[in-house]
């Protein structure tokens, strides 16, 4: 997500939480993937999780609750100050996913829920090697994010005026990317589009790890 989209998230923060408060309540499938992805880690010895992107913190609260200690960075201000009045028990910084100020080999896994729908398919590998740098050997990552949909254009969300473009990227690229970021696939699954959330489209988790 560039410093653009942190901006128009600035803008949309208050509603955009109220909208996907308890998101997890409506979508037991997507809990049930996230919180087998903290079992995997903690299976594999791990303690620390890093949600990227994390918005609000509804993510980094599921991974908390889990038994990672965790952290969760995002570039809009304004999510990281409601996702720090929400979720206390979670440490929130406001920084870019491409730049995670961490030292290498930081967290056992990484989570990046619905964070690369702003990001172009051509730069997901340096997102990807971002993420791989901070995590440890093994370590784990998992994404979430739409998919077979065409791209969509907004300039009005959420109540604002705002200029978001939202990708729907391919499963299979976003796995290619990974692999030449240096992960392995452990395993992809698709949801189906559900109209009663509202969904635009259909929506991909996929987990890899880097060993």
Same mark, same amino acid.
């Given at each position: 997500? +560039?410093?653009?989209?942190?901006?128009?998230?600035?803008?949309?923060? #208050?509603?955009?939480?109220?909208?996907?408060?308890?998101?997890?309540?409506?979508?037991?499938?997507?809990?049930?993937?996230?919180?087998?992805?903290?079992?995997?880690?903690?299976?594999?010895?791990?303690?620390?999780?890093?949600?990227? +992107?994390?918005?609000?913190?509804?993510?980094?609260?599921?991974?908390?609750?889990?038994?990672?200690?965790?952290?969760?960075?995002?570039?809009?201000?304004?999510?990281?100050?409601?996702?720090?009045?929400?979720?206390?028990?979670?440490?929130?910084?406001?920084?870019?996913?491409? #730049?995670?100020?961490?030292?290498?080999?930081?967290?056992?896994?990484?989570?990046?829920?619905?964070?690369?729908?702003?990001?172009?398919?051509?730069?997901?590998?340096?997102?990807?090697?971002?993420?791989?740098?901070?995590?440890?050997?093994?370590?784990?990552?998992?994404?979430?994010?739409?998919?077979?949909?065409?791209?969509?254009?907004? #300039?009005?969300?959420? +109540?604002?005026?705002?200029?978001?473009?939202?990708?729907?990227?391919?499963?299979? /690229?976003?796995?290619?990317?990974?692999?030449?970021?240096?992960?392995?696939?452990?395993?992809?699954?698709?949801?189906?589009?559900?109209?009663?959330?509202?969904?635009?489209?259909?929506? /991909?988790?996929?987990?890899?790890?880097?060993?």
């Amino acid at each position: 997500m +560039g410093g653009r989209a942190y901006e128009q998230y600035d803008v949309i923060a #208050d509603e955009y939480a109220r909208t996907f408060a308890g998101e997890f309540e409506s979508r037991p499938f997507d809990r049930a993937v996230l919180r087998s992805f903290a079992d995997l880690a903690v299976r594999s010895g791990g303690t620390r999780a890093l949600d990227a +992107g994390c918005g609000p913190g509804e993510a980094a609260a599921e991974l908390a609750d889990c038994g990672l200690l965790t952290e969760g960075v995002d570039g809009s201000a304004a999510m990281i100050a409601l996702a720090r009045q929400q979720w206390p028990e979670v440490r929130f910084h406001t920084a870019d996913m491409f #730049d995670l100020p961490y030292e290498a080999g930081t967290f056992d896994a990484v989570c990046a829920w619905y964070s690369i729908i702003h990001t172009p398919a051509e730069a997901l590998p340096e997102l990807f090697s971002a993420f791989r740098r901070v995590l440890t050997d093994p370590g784990w990552l998992l994404l979430g994010f739409q998919t077979d949909g065409e791209t969509a254009v907004y #300039d009005h969300a959420f +109540g604002r005026d705002v200029a978001l473009t939202f990708l729907r990227h391919d499963v299979t /690229a976003v796995c290619a990317a990974l692999e030449a970021s240096g992960f392995t696939v452990y395993a992809t699954t698709k949801r189906a589009r559900q109209a009663q959330l509202d969904e635009p489209t259909a929506q /991909a988790m996929v987990i890899a790890h880097t060993s």
